[in-house]
């Protein structure tokens, strides 16, 4: 996995009571299922996922392997992985991270034949990642690529969980913690055994905290993640710059915005967008300056005043 871009170790948390905000607004949109937060998280399936992929971007770059570990009452009960082809070839500087090479994926299925058994696999549970809106960002985005369903169950995020449960470690990094707790690694940055740390992890963050429902769990997170969070589409739907930024992204336009920041601040100025990140901490848009081409930069949606396509 990846770092996830925009939660870093200095990531605010989300205010505690959100989650009773995230609760009512679930149940009046219908689509999000709140009725688990009262349910017991030993009596409920866990699902620790991750993904590795072959860059950091949703919507320019590709999943490269799946994994999942499920479990109930905190026992594992089945896995899921495989490698999955991207479109184009990976760099050294990602293989590095992954240590997945473009020869073994060379033979691998692509995501079209994998995707629809993974969403399988993990749809009746909660699940959870270390980063998770990094996982939920390409998962969402290939899923509604599809016209697929996405999960109504909400999501746990075991670094925003071990932030509020684990003291005394230099930083809430999954291989941190893994050293630091003691527990089992496996092949760091290999999905099936991060989605393993992750599980055990979050189990320990558990016992720390006395944790028994899943509402316990997401005030100690600070809200809940859901799926629908992460929904382009609905995105584009209720705000018209996120459409507009979308379609340059897909049709590779460039933009002229006006942003509340920044040198050029409330100017307009032409960028070249490659894709948008749904974040905890505020989503954004990955752009380059057709001035810097070598530099990209962040622009978050909520100082985005305008957004037109050039032709």
Request: glycine share 8%; net charge neutral.
């Amino acid at each position: 996995m990846l770092e996830a871009p925009g939660l870093s170790e200095k990531s605010p948390s989300i205010d505690c009571r959100s989650v009773w905000i995230c609760l009512r607004s679930g149940v009046r949109k219908g689509m999000k299922n709140s009725a688990v937060l009262t349910e017991k998280w030993t009596e409920f399936p866990i699902i620790a996922i991750d993904t590795e992929t072959s860059g950091q971007y949703p919507m320019r770059d590709d999943l490269c392997e799946l994994a999942a570990v499920k479990s109930i009452g905190g026992k594992v009960v089945d896995t899921y992985q495989t490698l999955v082809k991207p479109r184009g070839t990976m760099s050294d500087f990602i293989i590095g991270i992954h240590g997945i090479t473009n020869e073994m994926v060379k033979e691998a299925p692509v995501i079209d034949d994998v995707l629809a058994d993974f969403v399988d696999f993990v749809r009746d549970g909660v699940i959870v990642g270390h980063h998770s809106p990094f996982d939920l960002g390409f998962l969402v985005y290939d899923m509604e690529k599809r016209s697929m369903k996405l999960p109504d169950q909400p999501a746990l995020c075991s670094s925003l969980i071990a932030r509020n449960s684990i003291v005394g470690t230099p930083n809430h990094k999954l291989q941190t913690l893994v050293k630091y707790l003691g527990l089992e690694g496996g092949q760091a940055h290999r999905a099936l055994d991060d989605a393993s740390a992750c599980l055990q992890l979050l189990f320990k963050c558990f016992e720390e905290k006395k944790v028994q429902t899943f509402a316990d769990a997401f005030r100690l997170q600070g809200s809940p993640l859901w799926w629908q969070d992460f929904s382009l589409k609905g995105k584009a739907l209720q705000n018209q710059q996120w459409g507009k930024v979308i379609q340059a992204i897909e049709t590779q336009k460039n933009l002229e915005i006006i942003y509340a920041g920044g040198s050029m601040k409330g100017k307009k100025r032409e960028v070249r967008p490659i894709s948008v990140v749904c974040s905890t901490t505020g989503d954004f848009m990955v752009a380059f300056d057709p001035n810097e081409p070598e530099q990209s930069k962040r622009f978050y949606f909520k100082k985005l005043s305008e957004a037109e396509i050039l032709p």
